[in-house]
């Protein structure tokens, strides 16, 4: 099995920044590309930001130049930074993976965390 446990949310007001967490764990070869999605009450789940085995990143538009994303490889773990935090900001923070669980086969499975809320008061 394999397990991605999150941490690092909570409340924070606006301007403030907070630093979420996730680390994969159980029977993985090796992982993709791991990244972060948030859901806002009543609305889809959107992409906050992924970044490749080898560090190539990509950000959603609306938390460029706030938000960085890292990894570290040998942890099997993935992280935000989240400075000048908005109340718009405000929702569950996702984790996701894609991970190759067997040296034998390169099938490819994304993994998700539970969840982790964020939540920026005004």
């Known amino acids: 099995q394999v397990q991605l446990v999150e941490s690092g949310g909570g409340l924070v007001q606006a301007g403030g920044s907070l630093r979420l967490s996730c680390a994969a764990s159980?029977?993985?070869?090796?992982?993709?590309?791991m990244g972060w999605y948030r859901q806002a009450p009543e609305k889809q789940r959107e992409l906050v930001a992924t970044?490749?085995?080898?560090?190539?990143?990509n950000y959603a538009d609306s938390v460029k130049g706030r938000f960085t994303i890292s990894r570290d490889n040998a942890k099997n773990t993935v992280y935000v930074q989240m400075n000048s935090l908005k109340p718009e900001d405000t929702a569950v923070y996702f984790c996701?993976?894609?991970?190759?669980?067997?040296?034998?086969?390169?099938?490819?499975?994304?993994?998700w965390g539970q969840g982790t809320q964020v939540t920026v008061s005004s």
């Open positions: 970044i490749t085995s080898s560090g190539t990143t």
């Open positions: 996701n993976a894609r991970i190759r669980r067997y040296s034998y086969s390169p099938t490819t499975v994304d993994y």
């Open positions: 159980g029977s993985i070869f090796s992982i993709n590309a």
